[in-house]
């Protein structure tokens, strides 16, 4: 009888009422930008919520007293960042000064992440050359073997060059027939994957998640002044606040799994390169982290990670086995 009794105190514990569980859900799939926009939302409706972005300053201001700060090097391909300490752990990478990418113009945004990587100055020349041939709306004004001709290079190592810029976003841009995709005016990275001592690492800056607490000034406000706020509007105004810093707290721990799982899975890729994909689905991830697909597609949506080839979503890595050769 005491053991059911326990048993039941655990179930109600951890029970959470439906429009909790729908909101968590929600919070999961957002991307960081949507993830601002939401949590300003849910401020302006509830009071208590205090909201800090990047290290407390608003203005976008960095915080130099960190005492987590250090140098970290990219061994492999002398990329530095300034960092705490790496994946499951608060860091602050520095990163959130300059991963605001202004997209306002296809073939800017296509140099931008062109000039990230590090390549031989003939490969540059291709690659360069190749996005000045797509026009405004992703469409390659040339074929590959007028390409190939007028660079005096293989054919074969022009459609490498082309194959490359087509995994920059937006995805598949530079194809003959490309359909455009609606971008945003920016991309927040939501991870860095950064190779330290020959072992790739997963960097999560704290500095770029919204910071949930209680509002400690308004409640003194409330217990100076005379109000008329009855004491169950304020119990669930601090239970709202307390829920969305665990769901924003929930949507981290389940990026950086994935992401790990994702760095694990795909070492030939952070090693050598996009030509170096693995073929991976969903199942895979899924079962490596003995979750449901379903769960594992929540936490990839639009997220993305910044390494030394490049800005990726998520997604980009999933390659399904049966179109691998293709």
């Not at 799982?261 to 795909?266: A, C, E, H, K, N």
């Not at 929540?298 to 390494?307: I, T």
Request: include cysteine; aromatic fraction near 10%; glycine fraction near 4%.
């Amino acid at each position: 009888m005491q053991c059911y009794m326990n048993s039941k105190m655990e179930l109600m514990e951890n029970y959470i009422p439906a429009p909790r569980k729908r909101q968590l859900i929600r919070i999961v799939q957002m991307s960081l930008h949507e993830l601002y926009d939401y949590v300003t939302e849910m401020s302006a409706e509830n009071p208590l919520i205090n909201i800090e972005f990047r290290n407390g300053k608003a203005d976008g201001e960095k915080n130099s007293e960190n005492p987590l700060r250090r140098k970290l090097v990219d061994e492999k391909n002398n990329v530095y960042y300034n960092t705490g300490d790496v994946y499951g752990q608060s860091v602050d990478t520095g990163f959130s000064q300059y991963i605001f990418i202004e997209r306002n113009n296809l073939k800017d945004y296509l140099l931008f992440q062109l000039d990230m990587l590090d390549m031989s100055r003939l490969d540059y020349k291709v690659a360069r050359h190749i996005i000045e041939l797509i026009d405004d709306d992703g469409y390659l004004n040339e074929n590959i073997s007028e390409i190939s001709s007028s660079l005096n290079v293989s054919r074969r190592k022009a459609e490498n060059i082309l194959a490359l810029i087509q995994s920059f976003e937006p995805y598949c841009v530079g194809g003959r027939v490309f359909i455009p995709e609606q971008v945003p005016c920016c991309i927040i990275p939501d991870v860095i994957v950064a190779c330290v001592s020959d072992e790739y690492k997963v960097l999560h800056d704290e500095s770029l998640q919204p910071q949930i607490s209680i509002n400690i000034h308004f409640l003194k406000e409330i217990e100076t002044t005379i109000c008329n706020l009855p004491e169950e509007y304020i119990i669930d105004k601090i239970e709202q606040a307390s829920w969305l810093a665990k769901c924003i707290e929930e949507r981290k721990r389940g990026l950086l799994k994935v992401c790990k799982t994702i760095v694990d899975l795909q070492q030939d890729f952070f090693k050598n390169g996009p030509e170096h994909l693995a073929p991976l689905a969903l199942e895979d991830i899924s079962r490596r982290l003995s979750i449901a697909e379903i769960e594992a597609s929540r936490a990839m949506r639009n997220k993305f990670m910044y390494c030394s080839w490049g800005i990726f979503e998520f997604k980009y890595f999933l390659r399904d086995i049966k179109y691998a050769d293709n």
